[in-house]
């Protein structure tokens, strides 16, 4: 059964750090294309970052040189360092994990599997 969970969120202030792990299972997703999508109450999921399988990195423009997405194929895991968080940062992160390695990396619709989410709360 392939899985994605994720962990590591909680509340915080703002300016503090926080950092979400993704422990992949089930099968072996160093091919694929992993990303970060967050969704705030009320609204849609949006795209934060993606790595590709070589490591290249994309960021939405509004969490750039503020967060960092990395993998540790090994581990079968995929990180997201989360620094100077603001309260618009509080969200639903999510975990997803595609197979294809699409260019569309912040297109929700092109993920295979998606992890159950965990919960960012950045107070002000």
């Known amino acids: 059964q392939v899985q994605l969970v994720e962990s590591g969120g909680g509340l915080v202030q703002a300016g503090d750090s926080l950092r979400l792990s993704c422990a992949a299972s089930?099968?072996?997703?160093?091919?694929?294309?992993m990303a970060w999508f967050r969704q705030a109450p009320g609204k849609e999921r949006d795209f934060v970052a993606a790595i590709s399988p070589s490591s290249s990195t994309f960021y939405t423009d509004s969490v750039k040189g503020r967060f960092t997405i990395s993998r540790v194929d090994a581990k079968n895991t995929v990180y997201l360092r989360m620094n100077g968080l603001k309260p618009e940062d509080t969200a639903v992160y999510y975990c997803a994990a595609d197979r294809h390695r699409s260019t569309n990396y912040a297109t929700p619709g092109v993920y295979d599997y998606w992890g159950q989410g965990t919960q960012v709360t950045v107070s002000s």
């Open positions: 089930g099968r072996t997703f160093s091919f694929d294309s």
